[in-house]
T-cell receptor
Framework: KAGVTQTPRYLIKTRGQQVTLSCSPI?????VSWYQQTPGQGLQFLFE???????NKGNFPGRFSGRQFSNSRSEMNVSTLELGDSALYLC???????????FGPGTRLTVT | AQSVTQLDSHVSVSEGTPVLLRCNYS??????LFWYVQHPNKGLQLLLK??????LVKGINGFEAEFKKSETSFHLTKPSAHMSDAAEYFC??????????FGKGTHLIIQP
């Protein structure tokens, strides 16, 4: 069974631009969660989608948004990028909920 | 609100000696607790989980953790360290449908 895949793996953007990251969950998984990992703040929960609906949201500004498609694939969008958005963005999928999440390798975003 | 504190940012042990990574949690309700491991340039892998069943939880690669409600602790142990155990370890708490709340991580160093 293929694992969680994230594209692209690396991304360099300029301050003020926007970016879209993609996550393909494990086949059959309907829940997709997104996390941000930085050296200063550690790992922080962004949001979770289940059956195309946002079910839970962390404490991030509205510049961070996401969506989930009918095939459970998910995208995360960050608008008006700031230097502080430079991070590893991790996606995790599960059948439903957080009890057994499987993580992808992450997308490393660098904002210059 | 829930939180988790990993008491050591770095732990160094010799190969073949026991490993102890300490974690305390705070939660208003019965939590689910997890340990995840992250090897360099890799995604997170679930080591073990506690979800209100047996208090001693066995995970992969010889790791185990004990849930102690009276001490609000969930320490991770392994009887004999192997070089391949060198990685970053995260203690994680979740309550209900909330997303995962991660500790800051413990960097485990294995000395030959």
């Amino acid at each position: 069974k293929a694992g969680v895949t994230q594209t692209p793996r690396y991304l360099i953007k300029t301050r003020g631009q926007q970016v879209t990251l993609s996550c393909s969950p494990i086949s059959g998984h309907r829940s997709v969660s997104w996390y941000q990992q930085t050296p200063g703040q550690g790992l922080q929960f962004l949001f979770e989608y289940f059956s195309e609906t946002q079910r839970n949201k962390g404490n991030f500004p509205g510049r961070f948004s996401g969506r989930q498609f009918s095939n459970s694939r998910s995208e995360m969008n960050v608008s008006t990028l700031e230097l502080g958005d430079s991070a590893l963005y991790l996606c995790a999928s599960s059948l439903g909920g957080v009890i057994e999440q499987y993580f992808g390798p992450g997308t490393r975003l660098t904002v210059t | 609100a829930q939180s988790v504190t990993q008491l050591d940012s770095h732990v160094s042990v010799s190969e073949g000696t026991p490993v102890l990574l300490r974690c305390n949690y705070s939660s208003s309700y019965s939590p689910s607790l997890f340990w995840y491991v992250q090897h360099p340039n890799k995604g997170l892998q679930l080591l073990l989980k506690y979800t209100s069943a047996a208090t001693l939880v066995k995970g992969i690669n010889g790791f185990e953790a004990e849930f102690k409600k009276s001490e609000t602790s969930f320490h991770l142990t392994k009887p004999s360290a192997h070089m391949s155990d060198a990685a970053e370890y995260f203690c994680v708490v979740s309550v209900g449908a909330d997303g995962l709340t991660f500790g800051k991580g413990t960097h485990l160093i294995i000395q030959p």
